[in-house]
């Protein structure tokens, strides 16, 4: 799993860009940040581009995520 570091990651950037609908519509993408959330995209039919995991919540599950 590669790790991202820098704020200035261009899709760290995107990341906090998609925050505003402005950037959503644009790029057509928007973040999902809960289980619960991503389960029912997943049953609306929208899967995920890609996944970002924090270093904490890795910590904590790190048994359920490899």
């Known amino acids: 799993m590669p790790k991202i570091s820098s704020k200035t990651n261009p899709k760290i950037k995107l990341l906090k860009k998609l925050g505003q609908k402005k950037y959503r519509t644009e790029h057509g993408l928007f ?3 809960n289980f619960v959330s991503i389960y029912d995209a997943f049953l609306a039919g929208h899967y995920p ?3 970002y995991i924090d270093k904490n919540f890795y910590q ?3 048994s359920q995520v490899d």
């Open 49 to 51: 581009i890609e996944i």
């Open 31 to 33: 973040i999902i940040e």
């Open 60 to 62: 904590k599950n790190i």
